[in-house]
């Protein structure tokens, strides 16, 4: 079983920039998809952004590609993401998450990630 924790949320002016981290803990990771998800108010969680367990490969939702980048440290089980130009459209509880299976395919897609972490909150200002 893996424990993931966020961490970097916070409060940011529209153009800022924040980068989150995710450290995971209980089993190591680097042969594992992770990902990223946010859930805003009211609406249903979704995908940002993934990244393969090599660094090979990854994926972003068309609403934050160009501003989000998503990285990797295996030696150190943490997985990050970097935001700028922030909008406020943004703003969400961001989670972290992972993939039970080593060596899985990338994926957009809640259902194949086994492994949450309790989210770290992303407030972008107007």
């Known amino acids: 079983q893996a424990q993931l924790v966020e961490s970097g949320g916070g409060l940011v002016q529209t153009g800022d920039s924040l980068s989150l981290s995710c450290v995971a803990s209980?089993?190591?990771?680097?042969?594992?998809?992770m990902g990223w998800f946010r859930q805003a108010p009211g609406k249903e969680r979704e995908f940002v952004s993934a990244i393969s367990w090599n660094d090979d490969s990854t994926n972003y939702a068309d609403s934050v590609k160009g501003r989000f980048t998503i990285s990797r440290d295996n030696a150190k089980n943490t997985v990050f993401l970097q935001m700028n130009s922030l909008k406020p459209e943004d703003t969400a509880v961001y989670y972290c998450?992972?993939?039970?299976?080593?060596?899985?395919?990338?994926?957009?897609?809640?259902?194949?990630?086994?492994?949450w972490g309790q989210g770290t909150q992303v407030t972008v200002s107007s």
């Open positions: 998450a992972a993939r039970a299976s080593p060596y899985s395919s990338i994926s957009d897609r809640l259902r194949n990630f086994d492994y």
């Open positions: 209980g089993r190591t990771l680097s042969r594992n998809g």
